[in-house]
């Protein structure tokens, strides 16, 4: 028939010979002959542009290998019906084999959403596709991401996780020697003036230290490398500081954390092996083998060490409070307790220990206690962000107080302009409250803070996901708004 004739016909007409001509173009597609299909679909599109039968025609298209054609289709498919599931699944699969992953992405996130995450396949393709086109972003950006230190909260817990070395400094500072450079370091260090130290521990390897302090100069430069994410650099000057000082107990105990960050556990706890039988008495040996420990999920072995360090130097803030952590993972709770009460009697000035006693009052649901406990660590110490962001967490989660979470979140971020963990929990929050866009620009800047490729691919993976969401709002607001509801 021509088309003028087929617009003479009735409506009802048109729309028999249309299901006519499906209903054998069905019989041919399940006989897998997808030509005959495809010519029987397109007669009945003549008749009826039917998004079902674009979508049928596409499933023709797929088998055949003609992807462009299936995208195509789908799109002529979803103008008819924008929330056609079966033509964006197909679409999704089109763009994937296309080499089109964050069209892909888009497509599968969309039959996610509008499927109630029913479906398993399409929400186990829009994971995939996620990490894929994370992975590859993150990868392209560390080729060009310049190395940046973590937050200095982040590098103040590190440093402080040893104890300090004390010895005495060259006098002289203003000379262009390696010891003049490692002892502005040394100050830089106290003065927590991070950048300048990384700047003057470069310098001071670069000269060379006289004997009394090469080790300590290598040890520092491949702490801070470390701490920048570049592991193989931080091994290499850890080595080089045991060369120089085989005796110096903390350049094996940090290089252990360079194994156990490749998951090399065999070399880890050689290095622990070795320092024990340097000094067997440096507790930093103990606290820092029971944080592998902790780490490997071997808790018994873990308050073992905490527990020996202690009885080395009871003085140590540090390993009173991962004792009591570790004690509660145990589930001994009482003793857990205890714990921390003696280490408040021992430290009540810590804002560190009221910080972790909140957290583990808060996961026994005494969430009064906690809050007065997160409140009294700020007041301690209102420089230090974690406070902030427990307090935050719990206001939001529990008490529901969306404005006050913020409030404290970007109290977090004003101390502490580079902390994840603060721009990590508003991007959180506004997410879930359906703020997708203002989600975002956090984000984004979880990405300028990453340091390690793994890092990054994580923060990506979040700006890619709320990338799709803004996007789907914008597209399908009626499906976006059903949704932000049942999120309250």
Do not use: W
């Not at 402080?160 to 390696?178: K, N, Q, R, W, Y």
């Not at 490398?225 to 080595?239: I, R």
């Not at 780490?295 to 390993?319: H, M, Q, R, T, W």
């Amino acid at each position: 028939m021509t088309d003028e004739e087929i617009a003479a016909l009735t409506e009802k007409e048109r729309e028999d010979a249309a299901q006519s001509l499906k209903t054998k173009g069905n019989s041919h597609f399940s006989k897998k002959k997808y030509e005959e299909a495809v010519h029987l679909y397109s007669q009945a599109i003549r008749f009826k542009k039917d998004p079902v039968f674009f979508s049928n025609r596409a499933a023709c298209f797929g088998n055949l290998g003609q992807n462009d054609r299936v995208i195509q289709d789908c799109d002529e498919a979803l103008k008819l019906d924008p929330v056609y599931i079966k033509a964006l699944n197909r679409r999704a699969q089109a763009f994937e084999k296309n080499d089109d992953p964050e069209a892909a992405l888009y497509d599968f996130t969309c039959v996610c959403i509008l499927d109630n995450f029913k479906n398993e396949a399409a929400s186990k393709a829009m994971e995939r596709i996620l990490k894929q086109v994370s992975e590859a972003k993150a990868k392209e950006m560390m080729k060009t991401k310049k190395p940046h230190l973590p937050s200095p909260t982040f590098v103040n817990a590190y440093l402080e996780s040893f104890h300090p070395v004390i010895h005495e400094l060259p006098s002289a500072v203003d000379e262009e020697t390696g010891d003049a450079y490692y002892a502005k370091a040394y100050r830089a260090i106290s003065e927590r003036n991070y950048e300048t130290a990384v700047e003057s521990l470069e310098k001071a390897v670069e000269l060379g230290c006289s004997r009394a302090y090469q080790a300590y100069a290598l040890n520092l430069l491949g702490t801070f490398v470390f701490l920048k994410g570049n592991a193989n650099d931080a091994l290499s000057y850890f080595d080089k500081a045991i060369e120089a000082d085989p005796q110096f107990v903390q350049s094996y105990i940090k290089r252990s954390s360079i194994y156990m960050e490749k998951g090399d556990l065999a070399s880890t706890f050689k290095q622990f092996e070795l320092a024990v039988g340097i000094n067997s008495s440096d507790p930093d040996i103990y606290y820092h083998r029971g944080q592998v420990n902790y780490i490997s999920g071997n808790y018994d072995a873990a308050a073992k060490d905490y527990a020996e360090s202690i009885k080395l130097n009871d003085s140590f803030v540090y390993a009173h409070i991962q004792l009591g952590v570790v004690q509660y993972k145990l589930g001994s709770i009482s003793s857990s307790m205890s714990t921390f009460n003696n280490t408040l009697k021992k430290f009540p000035n810590s804002a560190e220990v009221h910080n972790y006693y909140g957290e583990l009052l808060a996961d026994q649901q005494k969430l009064p206690e906690a809050i007065e406990t997160f409140t009294k660590a700020i007041a301690l110490d209102s420089k230090n962000p974690l406070p902030y962001i427990n307090k935050a967490m719990l206001m939001y989660q529990v008490m529901g107080d969306m404005n006050e979470a913020m409030n404290l979140c970007k109290s977090a971020l004003e101390v502490d302009p580079a902390c994840d963990a603060a721009v990590a929990s508003l991007a959180q929050m506004l997410l879930e409250q359906g703020e997708s866009e203002q989600a975002l620009t956090y984000y984004e800047k979880a990405i300028e803070l990453a340091r390690t490729e793994a890092e990054l691919e994580h923060a990506i993976m979040y700006v890619e996901a709320t990338k799709t969401q803004t996007r789907f709002a914008k597209e399908y607001p009626e499906a976006a708004a059903q949704l932000k509801a049942l999120r309250g």
